[in-house]
């Protein structure tokens, strides 16, 4: 099963709608504090429509909480400092990939240690970033492609 993390989402609406993609790839949501809003608001729930009971799901503490969690599992981090393209990944059905708050990303030292599992999305250069939710999709549903068959 695929993991999609969102280290430390402050806004709401962007993880109800990265829920609902997790259940319409069969991905498992990790979920990692200090999140920005409360799981039982209503703009979480209003993302993520009546999907969200159906959603794989789990809150841990910090980052060490999380990988003694996971265990094993080769983990790709998005970000727009990275130089390779997702493109040019080749996934496996039981990857994990992480991405950062949507003010901060993923901290630069978690980049630095795994410099060779970065990968990026490529825009173009009128555009600053991509919304959170957007960029779990386009990246989740291309590892998913690349494993179907």
């Given at each position: ?5 969102l280290y430390q989402p402050e806004i709401a609406y962007n993880t109800g709608s ?7 790839l069969g991905a498992k949501l990790w979920l990692v504090r200090p999140l920005g ?8 729930r209003r993302a993520g429509m009546d999907y969200w009971k159906h959603l794989d ?93």
């Amino acid at each position: 099963m695929m993991n999609v993390v969102l280290y430390q989402p402050e806004i709401a609406y962007n993880t109800g709608s990265v829920g609902r993609t997790c259940v319409a790839l069969g991905a498992k949501l990790w979920l990692v504090r200090p999140l920005g809003f409360q799981l039982d608001e209503k703009r979480v729930r209003r993302a993520g429509m009546d999907y969200w009971k159906h959603l794989d799901y789990e809150v841990v503490d910090d980052w060490n909480d999380l990988m003694s969690r996971l265990g094993e599992t080769r983990m790709w981090f998005l970000s727009k400092k990275a130089d390779r393209h997702y493109t040019d990944a080749e996934f496996h059905a039981d990857d994990t990939l992480v991405f950062g708050s949507e003010s901060q990303g993923l901290p630069e030292s978690m980049l630095e240690e795994n410099a060779d599992r970065c990968l990026r999305i490529p825009i173009s250069e009128n555009a600053r970033s991509l919304n959170l939710s957007v960029s779990v999709a386009v990246t989740a549903f291309e590892a998913k492609r690349q494993t179907l068959g």
